[in-house]
């Protein structure tokens, strides 16, 4: 079992930055795949980013290529996620959640997954 807990949200303005950490527990990280998923009010819950378990493959969504960066710090066994010119569609609960090394934009094989942390992005 491994436990995620995402921190690091917050309240910012369009064109704001934040980063959010997701720290594991339970088992070491560094054979595991980590993603980022988020979720606004009445939407589907979608991909963000996405990282292997090495850290050498990164996939991002189109709508935040350019302006998120996914990292890792597996000696540290915890997920980042760096959000700049952060925009009022950004507003949303960022999940993070790992599964088996590789690096996958489909949330169905995702394992383990926290209670996430709200970003809210006014304009």
């Known amino acids: 079992q491994v436990q995620l807990v995402e921190s690091g949200g917050g309240l910012v303005q369009a064109g704001d930055s934040l980063r959010l950490s997701c720290a594991a527990s339970?088992?070491?990280?560094?054979?595991?795949?980590m993603g980022w998923f988020r979720q606004a009010p009445g939407k589907e819950r979608e991909f963000v980013a996405a990282?292997?378990?090495?850290?050498?493959?990164?996939k991002y969504a189109d709508s935040v290529k350019g302006r998120f960066t996914i990292s890792r710090d597996n000696a540290k066994n915890t997920l980042y996620l760096q959000m700049t010119s952060l925009e009022p569609g950004d507003t949303a609960v960022y999940l993070c959640?790992?599964?088996?090394?590789?690096?996958?934009?489909?949330?169905?094989?995702?394992?383990?997954w926290g209670q996430g942390t709200q970003v809210t992005v006014s304009s």
């Open positions: 990282i292997n378990w090495i850290g050498t493959i990164r």
């Open positions: 339970g088992r070491t990280i560094s054979d595991y795949g």
């Open positions: 959640a790992c599964r088996s090394r590789i690096a996958e934009t489909s949330e169905d094989s995702y394992l383990y």
